[in-house]
């Protein structure tokens, strides 16, 4: 059914969480997987001023980050990894289109409504304007905080 899977990658344990969700479905399916990671310019940063980074080393910090996720992947499934720069939601929504995959796995950051109408959220984004179905994944600690409540 998925052939071609991409995922937002970031390094974090909810980016590291969906990409074991990513793999399993590779596993079950046959599919080639592709990671997305993007350098966002500091002014896109949520919470207070950033200083000016330059664009280099953000590229050079995300190339890093690419390189170590595709050495998470098992041996046997296809994997790639792609660097863009800019608004994560936008950038993958862009490769989707751009390169034919038919699912986004990405992580949950959990803000809640409040802190994500303030700050924005990148999976509420990619859900509103993605053409192909996204699986948005929780950590594992999350859920269970959830449950608690």
């Known amino acids: ?8 990658w970031d390094g974090s344990q909810h980016a590291r969480r969906a990409l074991s969700e990513a ?5 079950t399916q046959g599919s080639r997987l592709t990671l997305l990671t993007v350098a966002t310019p500091p002014h896109l940063w949520p919470g207070p001023y950033v ?6 080393e953000l590229v050079r910090v995300a190339e ?13 499934i296809p994997v790639s990894s792609r660097t863009a720069q800019g608004h994560p939601g936008i950038e993958l929504v862009k490769r ?16 809640g409504a409040i802190r994500s109408a303030v700050v924005g959220s990148v999976s ?26």
Do not use: C, Q, W
């Open 23 to 27: 793999v399993d479905i590779a596993r």
């Open 96 to 111: 989707v289109e751009a390169a034919n995959h038919d699912l986004i796995v990405m992580g949950s950051r959990g803000f």
């Open 51 to 56: 200083p000016p980074v330059p664009e280099e």
């Open 64 to 76: 890093k980050l690419a390189d170590e996720g595709e050495a998470l992947v098992p041996e046997g």
């Open 124 to 149: 509420h984004y990619v859900l509103n304007h993605a053409r192909v179905p996204v699986l948005v994944v929780h950590a594992r600690e999350e859920v269970e905080d959830d449950t608690d409540s």
């Open 1 to 8: 059914m998925f052939k071609n899977i991409l995922i937002a």
